[in-house]
Each structure stands twice: as C-alpha cells, then as structure tokens.
C-alpha cells in the first residue's frame, strides 16, 4: 500500500502533537515535516519523536503552501488548531485545493459545512474523531427520530469537563442537546455546564490526577417530572489517544473517496467514515 502523505497542523498543541507521534509511528503514513500554527507562537519548529517540524504562522503561510506543495503534490490536513481559526483554516485549504480533516471545534460550523459542500475539495468534518461516542451519538440520533417525544417533560442537565485551555463548549455536547429535543426535552445549549477548574475536576468529580491536562468527561442526567425516575448517560475520555484512531480511519476514507472523482460529494461526517465499507 503506498503512503499517504499528510500534514498536522496545530503543533505544538496536545492533540496535534499525540497525533503526529502516532503517525511517524503508522506505516500507512508519510508525515510532511510542517504544521501549521497560531501567529502567537513563537518558536520556529516543533521536535516530535526527534522529527522536527517547521511552524507556519498565518503570516507567510500562503506563500509556504506553494513550496510545500511544489514539493508534495498530494496530501492531506489533519487539523488541531483553535476553535477561532476553524472557519479561516476551512477557506484556506480549499483555496489550495487541499483535502483535509476538521478535527478541531468550535467556529461557525454551519458556515463551515456550508464552505465545504459548495466547494470542489472533499472533507471530514467531526467534532469529535472517538469512534465509540460518534457511534453512541449514533444511536441517540436514531431515538430521536424513532421516538419522538420519548422523554417529554423531562428535566435534562449536561455537564461537560474538559482541561482548562479548552475554549469553548463541547461539541459533541451542544449535538446531543439536538438529540433529546427531538426527544421532548426542551433544553438550549447555552444551558451546558462547562467545568474547566481543575480543583473541581480533581476533588468533586474524581478526575486523575495526570488527566487533568487532556480529558473529556461529559454526564446527561434526565429526571422525570415528579422525580420518580432517573435516567444517565456517561463517556469519561482520559487523555487523547482514542482520538487517533478515529482521525486516521477518517484519513484513509478520505483518500479512498479522492480516488473515486464522480461522488460529486465533499462534505462527509464520521458516520459515513463508520459505515463505509471501503
């Protein structure tokens, strides 16, 4: 099987840097030896498993793209950036004609599903690469459509828990909101309880100690109307290597469909990574 050559932008950060450790390590890859990063960061490489990697700011990227491409003709992007460069990263790897997969969260994601299914360059778009919660989530969408109204008069609390540098919600928990209200629930997203102290994480909820820097623990509690029944949903994710696998199966389905030039579709989810057969 020849390599596929791609790219991981978000380096230094955690999950890009996991991922690309894991990669050099992966015989269906070829890493290309540049990420992308923030225009605050200030080294001019990152060094992963005695690999280094040349950081590329937003200021000279444009101009970098050329020469990396001249040099690569194909690849694909892996992006872990920050949920503020999701929409800007979206336009600029379809500027380039550049597959890619959109790990990170955050951003305008209707525009971004917008700009991707408009465009001629495929995509993943995911906001969460765990294969076993896009499957949970999954089976919550099929009880929404089946049932609808199954929990009507329900109360719903959410509470997400995820190390303090993340800035924003999670996006798998502002989805399943989408879920149970097609279940009854009536619930806002602006009602998800986001917990990034890490003395609450630590001393309240039972959070490891050397998780504290990357987990992801996230509780949806419905009660009845008179409190006579009670329902829990939990995936408590420590660390960020199931993440890998999910990123790389959406890699390898993205390079399938790239050999396929008459699918006419470019935007594609982790369920069609899930349920293909390629």
């Given at each position: 099987?020849?390599?596929?050559?791609?790219?991981?932008?978000?380096?230094?950060?955690?999950?890009?840097?996991?991922?690309?450790?894991?990669?050099?390590?992966?015989?269906?890859?070829?890493?290309?030896?540049?990420?992308?990063?923030?225009?605050?960061?200030?080294?001019?490489?990152?060094?992963?498993?005695?690999?280094?990697?040349?950081?590329?700011?937003?200021?000279?990227?444009?101009?970098?793209?050329?020469?990396?491409?001249?040099?690569?003709?194909?690849?694909?992007?892996?992006?872990?950036?920050?949920?503020?460069?999701?929409?800007?990263?979206?336009?600029?790897?379809?500027?380039?004609?550049?597959?890619?997969?959109?790990?990170?969260?955050?951003?305008?994601?209707?525009?971004?599903?917008?700009?991707?299914?408009?465009?001629?360059?495929?995509?993943?778009?995911?906001?969460?690469?765990?294969?076993?919660?896009?499957?949970?989530?999954?089976?919550?969408?099929?009880?929404?459509?089946?049932?609808?109204?199954?929990?009507?008069?329900?109360?719903?609390?959410?509470?997400?828990?995820?190390?303090?540098?993340?800035?924003?919600?999670?996006?798998?928990?502002?989805?399943?909101?989408?879920?149970?209200?097609?279940?009854?629930?009536?619930?806002?997203?602006?009602?998800?309880?986001?917990?990034?102290?890490p003395g609450v994480q630590e001393n309240q909820w039972g959070i490891?100690?050397?998780?504290?820097?990357?987990?992801?623990?996230?509780?949806?509690?419905?009660?009845?109307?008179?409190?006579?029944?009670?329902?829990?949903?939990?995936?408590?994710?420590?660390?960020?290597?199931?993440?890998?696998?999910?990123?790389?199966?959406?890699?390898?389905?993205?390079?399938?469909?790239?050999?396929?030039?008459?699918?006419?579709?470019?935007?594609?989810?982790?369920?069609?990574?899930?349920?293909?057969?390629?």
């Amino acid at each position: 099987m020849e390599k596929i050559n791609i790219m991981i932008n978000g380096l230094p950060g955690n999950v890009a840097f996991i991922l690309t450790g894991k990669a050099l390590r992966d015989d269906r890859f070829c890493v290309l030896p540049f990420s992308l990063t923030g225009q605050e960061i200030e080294a001019d490489e990152c060094l992963v498993e005695k690999t280094a990697f040349e950081l590329v700011r937003p200021d000279v990227r444009d101009e970098k793209i050329k020469e990396i491409s001249d040099l690569f003709p194909s690849f694909i992007c892996i992006d872990y950036t920050h949920p503020s460069a999701v929409n800007d990263n979206a336009r600029f790897y379809i500027r380039n004609r550049i597959p890619f997969v959109m790990g990170t969260t955050g951003g305008d994601r209707d525009l971004l599903e917008k700009t991707v299914s408009e465009a001629a360059i495929p995509a993943v778009i995911a906001p969460n690469m765990a294969k076993q919660i896009v499957g949970f989530q999954a089976m919550m969408a099929y009880g929404g459509t089946t049932f609808p109204g199954l929990f009507k008069g329900y109360t719903l609390t959410i509470k997400e828990s995820h190390q303090n540098g993340k800035a924003d919600t999670s996006g798998t928990a502002r989805d399943m909101v989408g879920y149970f209200n097609a279940m009854g629930i009536e619930y806002d997203v602006d009602q998800i309880e986001m917990v990034r102290d890490p003395g609450v994480q630590e001393n309240q909820w039972g959070i490891p100690g050397e998780h504290l820097a990357g987990h992801a623990w996230h509780t949806y509690t419905l009660t009845s109307p008179d409190g006579s029944a009670l329902f829990e949903f939990k995936h408590n994710i420590n660390g960020r290597d199931i993440y890998a696998a999910g990123t790389f199966d959406a890699v390898v389905f993205l390079n399938n469909k790239l050999s396929h030039s008459d699918t006419g579709q470019t935007l594609f989810s982790m369920i069609d990574v899930l349920s293909s057969k390629e």
